[in-house]
């Protein structure tokens, strides 16, 4: 007989390993978290000694509701996985959808997919710089932060027509064009962009109080990084060269060679700590100028979708069969979407999300071991943690939540190829190993 | 107009001078949550107005939802409602807060946050500017003054 272990004996448990632990937990609901995940902390003195997250509180299902709709539908729902990085998802699922249908995206379009995303990554990291700020107790450069951030805003609401879900891709290109007459506005906010960067060096990087709160702080080798698999701007402060733009060029990227930056890349050596986030996302802010910059540059002429027509997509997309991955390089690291068609379904037949806060949450238990319980919210924040992103799936149990252990799963699983064995054909038996 | 008790005369005048606001995720997509952070810096600076995100429900007297609710979050809503002191308002932002939006027929979804707790002004958008945010509290605080009037509630 397998037994289910239940949360409550698994927090038994790791008291009995620290018995001078007090137990701390945080959340879901907490000032020091933006949105609903339980930390649970063994802390001796003030030292943390053990961590145990418990996430699920965002699950909303996203991935089940997308099989019961057409895949325009699926592609809004996408969009609302997160608010904050609002493209990343419709652009990682645009791609797995045109592998899947075999759909041709004119190279405009590409360009313009681009000039979004990077658009979006600048807006987001400057969002992480103030929110991490305010964890550090610098209100006052939060709102700074925040003032800069506006223009970013008002140029994708002139590009796209909103702040914040943008709506801008669709299968086989993009829904606006970004026409010449609106280059000069962009090419001004992206000055005004640069001239901002010493500031940011000498606030974040030069300030003694923000070194004192960061260096050495949240320390993740880069070793670590790379057995948890980290992402992103994580993977990169701890001196890991991966971007899916450089790795696996999509979009336009091939012609605009993106390189993966690390601390390095500002003559500092890595450390992978908390300052190295900061000065990877600031060095990475300059990189997205220099290729809006350049997309403007060498953007060619043309349509902007392979379907004008929203109608005619559809029925492609009705008659398509296949599967796809799309990957892309969102502000907070790899995003991937897996995408399965039927022929003659209007639904996808599967779905599936893979955020990149799901492979930056293993890094945090090296990152929050022998911390002090006051840098619990900036190394928390420091992985730029979207939850809601992340929440894909949650097992429910008569209205009790329960963490199930891998041989359940896989009992589960076997009960589920038996189930649907006996349904399809009875030549199936499933395997009973073990 | 009713004769107002001195207490209930003192929490009104309390409320004119400034209102502050505790913001719950009830499991949105963080993009209300964002516009709300937005409305609270510069450029929109709702402070001047005396609007104050505070960090515990105690202390507020209007409570942001956003997003949706889900299934776990049900019981974590239900008692952050009930830690609010009176008066209260309540406002959904968004309308995934007020309708569901386009999470409906899922399995962890309860629905709209009316459907967890009762609730006073809506703000529609996906998500609302932060304009609109603005105008939500304003008219949360219109409100607030007829209830403590007693035309209302």
């Given at each position: 007989m397998r037994e289910k272990v239940k949360p409550e004996e698994k927090t038994e448990e790791l008291t009995k390993a620290c018995p001078t632990c007090f137990e701390v937990p945080i959340g879901?609901?907490?000032?020091?978290?933006?949105e609903g995940i339980r930390f649970t902390f063994w802390i001796e003195g003030e030292r943390i000694r053990k961590v145990d997250i418990r996430p699920g509180?965002?699950?909303?299902?996203i991935e089940f509701m997308g099989t019961k709709r057409n895949l325009i539908q699926v592609l809004y729902l996408a969009e609302r996985i997160c608010g904050i990085c609002s493209i990343s998802h419709p652009l990682a699922i645009v791609q797995a959808v045109e592998q899947a249908a075999g759909i041709e995206v004119p190279p405009r379009a590409q360009y313009i997919r681009v000039i979004i995303g990077e658009l979006e990554r600048i807006h987001s990291h400057l969002l992480w710089a103030g929110v991490a700020a305010h964890e550090l107790g610098f209100d006052t450069l939060l709102h700074y932060v925040w003032k800069v951030r506006e223009p970013v805003l008002d140029i994708l609401e002139d590009l796209t027509?909103?702040?914040?879900?943008?709506?801008?891709?669709?299968?086989?290109?993009?829904?606006?064009d970004v026409p010449p007459e609106k280059y000069p506005k962009l090419k001004d906010a992206l000055r005004y962009y640069r001239s901002l960067v010493d500031d940011f060096v000498n606030f974040f990087l030069r300030d003694p109080s923000i070194e004192a709160r960061t260096r050495g702080v949240g320390v993740l080798t880069s070793e670590e990084a790379d057995s948890l698999c980290a992402v992103g701007p994580t993977a990169r402060a701890s001196g890991?060269?991966?971007?899916v733009r450089q790795d696996w060029p999509y979009f336009a990227y091939p012609d605009l060679e993106v390189k993966a930056l690390t601390p390095e890349d500002m003559g500092l050596e890595v450390r992978g700590d908390v300052y190295d986030r900061i000065v990877v996302r600031l060095l990475e802010v300059v990189q997205s100028i220099e290729l809006i910059e350049q997309c403007l540059e060498e953007m060619p002429e043309g349509e902007?979708?392979?379907?004008?027509k929203v109608a005619a997509l559809l029925a492609h997309l009705k008659k398509a069969e296949g599967e796809g991955v799309g990957r892309h390089e969102a502000p907070r690291g790899e995003v991937i979407h897996y995408i399965r068609l039927e022929a003659g379904?209007?639904?996808?037949a599967v779905w599936k999300v893979k955020a990149p806060t799901y492979s930056n949450l293993m890094p945090w238990y090296p990152m929050f071991?022998?911390?002090?319980?006051?840098d619990i919210p900036i190394v928390a924040a420091s992985i730029d943690p979207c939850i809601c992103c992340m929440e894909r799936v949650q097992i429910v149990c008569d209205g009790k939540a329960e963490t199930l252990l891998k041989d359940e799963l896989l009992r589960l699983s076997w009960a589920k190829t038996e189930r649907v064995a006996s349904r399809v054909t009875r030549q199936v038996s499933p395997g009973r190993g073990g | 107009m009713k004769q107002m008790k001195l207490l209930e005369r003192l929490k009104l005048s309390g409320l004119k001078r400034a209102l502050w606001v505790y913001h719950l995720?009830?499991?949105?997509?963080n993009g209300c949550d964002i516009e709300i952070l937005a409305a609270l810096?510069?450029?929109?600076?709702?402070e001047r107005f005396g609007i104050k995100l505070v960090g515990s429900p105690r202390h507020a007297d209007v409570l942001l939802v956003t997003g949706t609710v889900t299934r776990p979050m049900y019981e974590r809503v239900r008692r952050i409602y009930a830690q609010t002191p009176d008066p209260k308002v309540v406002i959904a932002i968004g309308g995934c807060a007020s309708t569901s939006g386009v999470f409906?027929?899922?399995?962890n979804v309860l629905g709209p946050v009316d459907n967890v707790i009762p609730v006073d002004v809506y703000i529609p958008g996906c998500p609302p500017r932060p304009e609109a945010i603005i105008d939500g509290v304003v008219k949360a605080v219109a409100k607030l003054e007829r209830l403590m009037e007693g035309k209302e509630g």
């Open positions: 879901p609901i907490h000032p020091a978290l933006k509180f965002m699950h909303r299902g027509g909103n702040r914040i879900d943008y709506a801008i891709p669709i299968y086989g290109g993009v829904r606006r890991l060269r991966k971007d902007i979708t392979a379907f004008p379904e209007e639904a996808p071991r022998d911390q002090e319980i006051a | 995720n009830s499991g949105g997509c810096t510069p450029r929109y600076d709702v409906y027929e899922s399995y």
